[in-house]
């Protein structure tokens, strides 16, 4: 069992930024991909960034630009810088691992709030 712990958000301004990291708790396995994914209320959780184990990134059009994704393999640590943050990036944001051989495992979510 692998539990994601993951830490970073909170409040910004309009044109603020954070930034938001994730990693287990625990032992640390091989990895497929990491990424980031974020959901507001009514609507299906959607992808946000990730990074597979050879370093290739994939970006959500809304937030390419503006988001890096970066990982750490041998940590199964993943971030994820937010500049230029918009009041439609609130959302609550959870971080995914997805491992060869134990599958795919969810953080517990960290709400990101952009306001004034």
């Known amino acids: 069992q692998v539990q994601l712990v993951e830490s970073g958000g909170g409040l910004a301004q309009p044109g603020g930024s954070l930034r938001l990291s994730c990693a287990p708790s625990?032992?640390?396995?091989?990895?497929?991909?990491m990424g980031w994914h974020r959901q507001v209320p009514g609507k299906e959780r959607e992808l946000v960034a990730e990074i597979s184990s050879d370093g290739r990134t994939n970006y959500a059009d809304s937030v390419t630009g503006r988001f890096t994704i970066s990982g750490d393999n041998a940590k199964n640590a993943v971030y994820l810088q937010m500049n230029s943050l918009k009041p439609e990036d609130t959302a609550v944001y959870y971080c995914?691992?997805?491992?060869?051989?134990?599958?795919?495992?969810w953080g517990q979510g960290t709400q990101v709030t952009v306001s004034s």
């Open positions: 995914k691992i997805r491992y060869p051989i134990l599958g795919t495992y």
């Open positions: 625990g032992s640390v396995f091989r990895i497929y991909a």
